[in-house]
């Protein structure tokens, strides 16, 4: 290793003079100092092999990171990944169509997407999130769903040689925390395994099921600011065992269709009258909804809108669900979608409890009256016909949920439990020949909603209070020795914030993985600081403490075992 006293002696680093270090102050922008004070390495560019990451490694997603067609990207359970906040390019994991992802964590070891901020400065939207682009089929026009307003460009289908049974990959035991929108499913076939996924403080939707015909399973989604879940573009989904919680009455947005739960709708391109096929038919069962008026907000923003909300002509069914806490508890707009309630008996709402909604139910417009004359005669089964919804519960009579006082506790404290007590909750209900008529529902469900009186399905790997996660406690352990060189000769560390206050970072980057060794030197030849660290091949961000330093010129060099350097300097205020 290179000698710092040699280095040293053959360079003479300059005494600064309180002018000259306030000349040097100007034009040196600052620099946010709330993200993670420890090493990780950058995946800044796509992933164009097959690829598997290593859980003893931090990683950070920095911009917009395809994996493209024919690869697999592969991440062991354990694995920690943070997304880049940053207001113009944003951290963003997108799964090409054709490409694949094994991602399969544990119930004691689950795959974590978070912000790359500190505990108490992570925020909704600090990174974009997790897309997968899938070959099965939509009712876009063309075929392909483009999404627009993105931080990267984004789309989903084919246009032709579609295929429903696509498999895009694994998803299993993961948290994905403080993203814009954590989970978007674009034409993702039902080849693909999706379970025990939780999403949140999404800054909009948690969960958007955009066309394709993936089926999931033990969702949660956690203070969404917009959508919980959302399912459009011809979308087919099956969906069991979902917790939507939203404690937070600050966790709604003023901006497309406001904040509700589950919204379905067939085609935003072309409105109520759209007609495309396939037609938008997600199928929904033991669903608890808990809106903020559940934990008794009292009054609450104009932003919070429905539990459930069907329009623009979809069709579909939630059943045996536990629907609560919203103004409206099942919203229904437009003629096409009312028709395809009351004419057509295509889109269904049975087997659901209401509790503690403002209203239980409406629509707008006029009611058909084809088969029923009104919604409650439909949603109660009065009509007589073939529309009539069935086993719906009301507020009234009052019955006792039976969900856990935790559920409505502080979260910094105390772990909310989500095991069902003594309930006067209805039972659930797998009619044959109905939507639920597949081998895919778990037919021995107990009660509306998605808990059940023997086991918590988030134990272990759910997180309630991520603000306090953080992602860098015991994440690098020692690498093998070894490293040779820095990426080239010429390659120099840069440091920010610099000036610095109490801390700053260098970072560069490593052909190999190994030890380095970063040393600080003062005006006059003395070492203040030295920082020994393992690293992985790959961008390196390393922090440095530069507390109790005096105000000055000073220089950083970084050195690996077999004798490379390179240096930078850092000014002191």
Known sequence: MVSIQSFILKHKIMKITPMLFAAMLCGIGTYAQNA???????????????????????????????????????????????????????????????????????????????????????????WAGIVIEGKATNNVSG????????????????????????????????????????LTLLSVGNGTTIDHIQASYADRDAFQFLGGTVRAKYLVSLNAKGADILSKFGNRSLVQYVINLRPDAGAHTSSGDLSNSIVMGNNDNAGGGY???????????????????????????????NAVFYYHNTQGGVYNSFVAGYPVGLRMEDATTLNNADANDNLLFSEN????????????????GTCASNMTDWIKGLAGGSCDQFGNQFQSPSYTVGYSSTICGNYSTTTPTFVLGTTGLNNASFPSGSDLDNVFFTSTSQKHGALNTSTDWTTSWAEWNPQAF?????????????IESLANENT???IAPNPSEGITYASFDAKQSGSIKITVVNSVGQVVRTVDRNVEKGSQRIAIKTEGLNAGMYTVIVETAKGAAMRSKLVIK
């Open 36 to 126: 993670v004070e420890c090493s990780y390495t950058s995946i800044s560019s796509n992933i164009t092999t097959n690829t598997t990451l290593s859980a003893s490694t931090l990683y950070r997603l920095e911009g917009c990171i395809h994996v493209t067609s024919g690869h697999t990207l592969t991440i062991p359970a354990g694995t920690r990944i943070m997304g880049k906040k940053d207001a113009s390019s944003p951290g963003m994991l997108i799964i090409d169509k054709g490409a694949t992802l094994s991602a399969s964590g544990t119930s004691s070891n689950p795959i974590i997407f978070t912000s790359d901020q500190t505990p108490t400065h992570k925020n909704p939207g600090d």
């Open 143 to 182: 075929g392909i769903i483009s999404i627009e307003n993105r931080a990267c460009s984004i789309e989903g289908g084919v246009a032709s040689g579609a295929n429903d049974a696509d498999n895009s990959g694994t998803l299993q035991y993961i948290r994905i925390e403080y993203a814009t929108y954590p």
């Open 275 to 305: 007609a495309g096929t396939p037609a938008n038919h997600p199928v929904f069962s033991n669903v608890s909804i808990m809106g903020p008026l559940y934990c008794g907000a009292g009054t609450i923003s104009s932003d919070f809108k």
């Open 353 to 368: 409890s209401f509790y503690n909604n403002t209203t239980e139910y409406s629509n707008n417009g006029s009611w058909p």
């Open 470 to 482: 953080d992602p860098c406690p015991g994440m690098r352990p020692a690498a093998p020795t070894g």
């Open 492 to 494: 120099t560390i840069q």
